[in-house]
């Protein structure tokens, strides 16, 4: 069983790694079943964060404005967690994002993780729900906050020696590290004509965009293009109308 792992949890601006963003990196690092250190940050936001997200978060636009750019925040977590398998629940979800960062920036890397939730659903039974915040309740594991990353990563930490101790030997292929599978492919960025087709598209329906174009994907740039396009139309002669803000 593992003694040396870091058990990972991250928020989200939403669900699609290829168009969100990482919203807070959280984790703790044990050594010989022992907890030796711990890590958190938030990270700077270009676009407004979703109102569901503030909702069931609690992290708003200010309190991310000071936080660290992408690049920075993920390169620490990695040297942070070094070469250590990961623990956490549903795991594969937080790994794609992670994942997505490194296929940009063309790292590549294997990953093998444990994920609580896969023995949640193998050892418990099948009517009650496996959601962390379920299983924390019924373990009695104490929490300050859900649905903040280092939060829910220290009671991740706990709920995992739980259940190593009671189905462990029952279920041993559950507890060993697999290899973590998530295909996705590089974003590149925004070609010069997509960008100069959107600020000509902007500035026809005169629209305040939240993010700068320069900052854009390729598939950004054209999910934001079809969206326009959608909501106002293409440019034609007629009068331009009043100005208007759009969030990608």
């Not at 030796?36 to 992290?59: A, C, K, M």
């Not at 296929?103 to 590549?108: A, E, G, K, T, W």
């Not at 294997?110 to 959601?131: G, Q």
Request: hydrophobic share 40%.
């Amino acid at each position: 069983m593992l003694d040396d792992y870091v058990v990972v949890d991250l928020e989200m601006t939403g669900l699609h790694p290829k168009t969100d963003h990482i919203l807070e990196i959280g984790a703790v690092k044990v050594r010989e079943k022992q907890i030796v250190d711990t890590f958190s940050v938030l990270l700077r936001q270009d676009t407004p964060i979703p109102e569901q997200v503030v909702e069931l978060t609690g992290i708003t636009d200010e309190m991310t404005a000071d936080g660290q750019d992408a690049d920075r925040a993920v390169s620490a977590f990695l040297e942070f967690a070094e070469d250590l398998p990961w623990v956490g629940h549903n795991i594969i979800f937080d790994y794609s994002f992670i994942k997505q960062w490194e296929v940009n920036h063309r790292i590549m890397r294997n990953c093998y993780a444990v994920d609580t939730l896969k023995i949640a659903r193998k050892c418990l039974p099948k009517e009650m729900k496996k959601s962390l915040e379920v299983l924390r309740q019924y373990y009695g594991i104490r929490q300050t906050a859900v649905h903040r990353a280092y939060e829910d990563a220290a009671a991740t930490q706990v709920l995992y020696e739980i259940l190593e101790k009671a189905y462990s030997e029952k279920e041993p292929g559950l507890f060993r590290p697999g290899e973590l599978q998530c295909r996705l492919k590089r974003q590149t960025p925004a070609t010069a004509r997509q960008k100069n087709y959107l600020k000509d598209l902007t500035e026809y329906h005169r629209i305040v965009l939240d993010v700068p174009v320069e900052r854009l994907s390729r598939s950004e740039a054209s999910k934001l293009t079809d969206k326009i396009i959608a909501q106002y139309g293409k440019p034609a002669v007629s009068a331009v109308p009043g100005k208007k803000t759009i969030r990608p």
